[in-house]
């Protein structure tokens, strides 16, 4: 059963689906709005209900705060019936996703216009205290105007953490580096998950991709991204350079603020003479010989630039040109007539030859040397190592020494964290050393791989004790097909034992995600009428899926999408084409006369009389009225049912489509 109400919101129809709860298009009578509600249900969301709900709330207080044109508005928030709603501005237009869907990559001038107004949106919310944790395109909207709105706070951060102990929130592809690993964040995060976002719509590829998270996590902490222009020459030199330093790993070598980025992206023609180009020597300064001015060198790295500057070149004391010599014709070697003494050349060579043979010497001497010390000392260590642990490891019910690579690896192995290989978690069977760590991993339900600092191994199996793990800060991945991946931060301490827990959660399936202008098109998946129209989540099976959207009056539009896999979504948003009717196409006829629009009018039930400024419609819903281009209020009113204000600009050459479900009175 529908709802009709939630509080005092009147649902009008279903937005979308979210991980929370739904999304609906509904109205406040109090003063005639449309808003967005969004809602979750406290009664459906088991042991995870009290902290969905906290995000919840804390969206609802952390943008409640920020008053920006960039920032979706709240307007309310509240609960009713087991149900927490936040309503919020109701806004027409697509995601930067579905934008990217369509259209792959954008121009520049299309990505500059858009960045200029996100990074307005995050100074704004990070001059407030409030970190975004979540910025990706889906969670940029742009409005038919073109303006940008950010939506979903719902894992901002404030002052204090609103997750689970350890918890890692947000969208793998676009966490920084400093996300990933648990560590405290701010405003610079949500720029590079911003650069990510730039890379994806100058390239049309992610950074940072890979078969699982774990992957995508170890190239976020320890690889470079391609460069943009290594991807597409086309793109300028500066873009790419821009791009690129947004990403960089450490903070501090990334853009500050986005007025920063945007100073940046607004003159990258100019940024691109920044990345330093050879000048050729002039034929006048390589005529002078050893007196040629050496140019200047430019060192470009991070975000500081360092010029080494020209030495001066001496002037001649004396002025006068120097008059050119005739070319000394080549001495002919004389004849020998018996044997010969060495010339000077080949002393030479032979006193080199003899000096470079005693210093190879020497260096293979102090090498060897250096080999025999390193032998003397790992042999002193593993002594040491032997009186220190007399005791013997026990594995089942089998007693035996300690192995000798083993203690060998526990007393030379360096703690490096940033070096997973080094640094891995070893088997419980190893000796564990005083100066490392040992965790514990547990989940429901078992048999999970776990990844610690993206590297694992085949016995990283779910319950499991790792021992020898470096102290510090490391990021766990748990992952079980069937499950969504879960993802944690955890701080080992020396010579301590922990656990980490966690639950996984069911796979999410593939997910058609469908809409269209105009909407209440109907939709088939692979040859099957699914019994939903537009805008509608259809969930699918792993694979290859044909979308199709029919609407009577318009063609129909088709799309396939790639292979899907769990929890992936495809967004297929057709802007369906208004079809000439028969004998209008026999005519001749066109579908939008010359210098006009038209106005497409359609109700459910049809039927509705449409009022158009003050103007009654010759014909009821559904209706194509020739108009000239301009912005028109339109009432549509039929009994039994409420009367439909809406306002529609109607462009020069264009369709514009009112498209209705009348609720009952």
């Given amino acids: 059963m529908s709802l009709q109400n939630i509080g005092r919101y009147e649902i009008l129809s279903e937005l979308g689906r979210g991980a929370m709860g739904l999304v609906y298009k509904a109205k406040d009578p109090t003063i005639g709005r449309i808003v967005a509600l969004k809602t979750m249900r406290l009664d459906v969301h088991g042991l995870e209900a009290e902290d969905m709900l906290r995000r919840f709330r804390n969206e609802a207080q952390a943008v409640g705060v920020l008053n920006h044109l960039n920032i979706v508005t709240i307007y309310d928030a509240a609960e009713q019936d087991k149900i927490f709603y936040i309503a919020m501005e109701y806004i027409e237009g697509t995601t930067l996703h579905q934008l990217l869907a369509q259209k792959r990559v954008l121009s520049t001038e299309e990505i500059i216009r858009f960045a200029r107004q996100i990074c307005a949106g995050l100074d704004y919310a990070h001059s407030n205290g409030i970190v975004h944790r979540d910025v990706k395109p889906a969670n940029i909207m742009i409005t038919t105007a073109g303006t940008v709105k950010i939506m979903d706070f719902g894992i901002a951060k404030t002052g204090g953490s609103v997750t689970s102990t350890g918890q890692v929130l947000g969208t793998p592809n676009y966490m920084s580096p400093e996300q990933v690993k648990g560590k405290t964040l701010d405003g610079r995060s949500d720029l590079f998950s911003l650069g990510v976002v730039l890379y994806e719509m100058l390239t049309g590829e992610k950074p940072f991709v890979g078969q699982n998270v774990t992957t995508i996590i170890y190239k976020i902490v320890n690889e470079l991204p391609t460069p943009p222009r290594d991807l597409d020459v086309t793109i300028h030199p500066g873009l790419s350079a821009i791009v690129t330093k947004a990403l960089a790993k450490s903070p501090d070598d990334r853009y500050q603020t986005g007025a920063e980025l945007v100073r940046d992206l607004e003159s990258y023609k100019s940024y691109g003479s920044k990345l330093g180009t050879t000048t050729p020597i002039s034929s006048a300064a390589t005529a002078q010989g050893d007196k040629t001015t050496v140019l200047p060198l430019k060192i470009v790295g991070g975000s500081s630039t360092v010029r080494v500057p020209a030495p001066v070149a001496v002037p001649d004391p004396d002025p006068t040109p120097v008059p050119v010599k005739a070319p000394v014709p080549m ?101 564990v050393a005083a100066h490392q760590g040992e965790l514990k991993f547990v989940s429901q339900p078992d048999g999970a791989k776990v990844a610690v600092d993206g590297w694992s191994e085949p016995k990283w199996v779910t319950p499991f004790t790792a021992s020898n793990l470096a102290p510090g800060p490391h990021t766990v991945v748990f992952s079980k097909s069937g499950y969504s991946p879960e993802i944690r931060a955890v701080e080992v301490a020396a010579g301590k034992s922990d656990s980490l827990s966690v639950k996984l959660g069911a796979v999410v399936p593939p997910t058609l995600r469908v809409n269209s202008t105009p909407q209440n098109a109907a939709i088939w998946v692979d040859g099957r009428d699914t019994g939903k129209t537009t805008p509608a989540d259809i969930s699918v099976e792993k694979g290859v899926h044909k979308v199709l959207v029919r609407k009577p009056g318009y063609k129909e539009a088709t799309a396939t999408s790639a292979a899907l896999a769990e929890g992936d979504v495809y967004v297929f948003t057709p802007n369906l084409t208004f079809q000439q009717s028969f004998w209008r196409r026999l005519s001749g006829g066109e579908s939008v006369p010359q210098g006009k629009g038209v106005l497409h009018v359609q109700t459910r039930p049809d039927g509705a009389t449409m009022t158009v400024n003050g103007a009654v419609a010759p014909k009821k819903t559904e209706v194509h009225w020739i108009l000239d281009p301009g912005t028109y209020d339109v009432l549509l009113q039929k009994d039994g049912y409420k009367p439909v204000h809406r306002t529609v600009v109607v462009e020069l050459g264009k369709v514009a489509s009112v498209d209705e479900v009348l609720d009952k009175q």
């Fill in 331 to 431: 001495r002919q070697p004389a004849a020998s007539t018996g044997a010969t003494k060495p010339t000077a050349k080949k002393t030479t060579l032979i006193i080199a030859g003899i000096a470079i043979a005693l210093v190879l010497g020497v260096a293979m001497a102090a090498y060897g040397y250096y080999r025999g010390q390193q032998a003397r000392e790992l042999q002193a260590q593993q002594d040491a190592q032997k009186k220190a642990t007399k005791k013997t490891t026990v594995v089942g019910t089998q007693t035996k020494s300690p192995d000798p690579i083993t203690v060998q690896k526990a007393a030379v192995s360096p703690i490096v964290k940033s070096d997973p290989v080094k640094t891995k978690a070893k088997s419980t069977k190893e000796v």
